[in-house]
């Protein structure tokens, strides 16, 4: 077998979130590409791992894949590291990675923390459907126009924010997607000061305003989707039931029109039985 490229996990803050396998894997290539080795060489240090640490980072990515990959082409496993969670996440690596891929090279991914899944398992908004914005822009007028274009997303959000940006950006969202839309904040997570809660747009900019130390550390938003394509859906499904129920039973009706949508038979039952109960 030729060499492997490993894209590795580390904590995003609680060091026992690091899993056995990741620092087998860091003990084990030949070299690790870290996002800023300083970090990096912090968390070697602390589980005794002495693999040699090189650069790769959103400045010098590019220019250094030939180098990375020539190495890797030559026989050299090596690890891909960001200085938190998972790599790739809006860090540096994809060139990386992609190139790898061109050349054939086996890309094994080592699973560990990421904030943006996280965040999402403990804020209590849906999960079964969800996007990952990243962060959005700096400038107030740029970011308006990026969050106008999922105004209407019903699908949940989630971004990354930085600490200084923070309380501009939930004012935007709170003129753009309206006070009473719901939001996950997350700051902090797995470390000392972490802070996880569930509250609409408004009452998030209130918190923020009122304690100084929601305004640091790192911060993840989860956004619940707009609630109108559900609307819709429920329309649309009434007026199928409506039109069946002239002609058919209950039970025949919310059979029917559960294998024609997709919804839960069950689901379109109670909602059939719910509208004859109406007329």
């Given at each position: 077998?030729g ?7 580390t ?11 990741a620092i087998?894997?860091l003990?084990?290539v ?18 005794n791992?002495?693999?040699p640490l090189t ?10 894949i030939d ?14 590291i960001?200085?938190?969670g ?8 994809f ?6 891929q ?7 991914p080592?699973p560990?923390?990421c904030?943006?899944i ?7 908004l ?6 990952f914005e ?12 990026g969050?106008?274009k999922l105004?209407?997303?019903t699908?949940?959000?989630?971004f ?10 939930v ?5 753009v997607?309206?006070a009473?839309?719901p939001?996950?904040?997350a ?6 000061f ?21 305004q640091k ?17 429920q329309?649309?499904?009434d ?5 069946l ?10 059979q ?6 997709g919804?839960?038979k ?6 059939a039985?719910?509208?004859?109960q109406?007329?």
């Amino acid at each position: 077998m030729g060499a492997q490229l490993f894209v590795v996990a580390t904590p995003i803050g609680h060091l026992d979130d690091i899993s056995y396998r990741a620092i087998d894997v860091l003990k084990s290539v030949k070299i690790i590409a870290a996002e800023d080795t300083r970090t990096s060489a912090q968390l070697l240090k602390h589980f005794n791992i002495s693999t040699p640490l090189t650069a790769c980072h959103e400045h010098n990515e590019s220019n250094k894949i030939d180098q990375l990959i020539e190495r890797l082409l030559n026989g050299e496993d090596m690890a891909l590291i960001s200085d938190a969670g998972t790599p790739l996440i809006s860090d540096p690596g994809f060139k990386l990675v992609r190139a790898a891929q061109e050349k054939n090279i086996r890309v094994i991914p080592v699973p560990g923390a990421c904030a943006a899944i996280a965040a999402l398992s403990a804020v209590g908004l849906p999960s079964d459907r969800f996007s990952f914005e990243g962060f959005l822009p700096s400038k107030s007028s740029q970011r308006i126009i990026g969050l106008e274009k999922l105004k209407d997303e019903t699908q949940t959000m989630i971004f990354y924010e930085a600490p200084h940006r923070i309380l501009d950006s939930v004012k935007d969202m709170t003129h753009v997607f309206g006070a009473d839309r719901p939001v996950g904040f997350a700051r902090e997570i797995t470390k000392t000061f972490e802070t996880i809660k569930k509250m609409t747009l408004g009452e998030l900019v209130d918190f923020i305003e009122n304690d100084h130390n929601q305004q640091k550390g790192e911060i993840v938003l989860v956004v619940g989707g707009s609630i109108q394509e559900k609307d819709m859906e429920q329309e649309k499904l009434d007026q199928l039931l409506t039109r069946l129920l002239q002609d058919l039973s209950v039970k025949a009706a919310s059979q029917l029109a559960a294998d024609l949508t997709g919804i839960k038979k069950k689901i379109a039952y109670q909602r059939a039985l719910e509208l004859t109960q109406q007329d």
